[in-house]
């Protein structure tokens, strides 16, 4: 099993940035790819980045030139940098592990891990 903890969530102002982390135990090794998640109230979860432990990454349109998903292979965490939030941004972050990058690619519906989510809040 692999357990994931989101961290870092909370209320921004428009234009400014958060970093969620990612803690990741257990079976690490079935971890290659990790990703980042979000789901708006209303709406759908919708992918928004992925990224491997060999640094191979992948946006959503949406936030790219804005977020940043990095990786800290020696602690077993995955990072999202958020700068110039805006309030579309409001969500509910999960964190996802999965073996392969091609899962996010195709959506991800079916990624093998999930953590339980960190809340984002960005006023106007």
């Known amino acids: 099993q692999v357990q994931l903890v989101e961290s870092g969530g909370g209320l921004v102002q428009a234009g400014g940035s958060l970093r969620l982390s990612c803690a990741v135990s257990?079976?690490?090794?079935?971890?290659?790819?990790m990703g980042w998640f979000r789901q708006a109230p209303g709406k759908e979860r919708a992918f928004v980045a992925a990224?491997?432990?060999?640094?191979?990454?992948t946006y959503a349109d949406s936030v790219k030139g804005r977020f940043t998903i990095s990786r800290d292979n020696a602690k077993n965490t995955v990072y999202l940098q958020m700068n110039s939030l805006k309030p579309e941004d409001t969500a509910v972050y999960y964190c996802?592990?999965?073996?392969?990058?091609?899962?996010?690619?195709?959506?991800?519906?079916?990624?093998?891990?999930w953590g339980k989510g960190t809340l984002v809040t960005v006023s106007s």
């Open positions: 257990g079976r690490t090794f079935s971890t290659n790819a």
């Open positions: 996802a592990a999965d073996r392969t990058l091609a899962t996010y690619l195709r959506g991800g519906s079916d990624v093998d891990y």
């Open positions: 990224i491997t432990w060999g640094g191979t990454n």
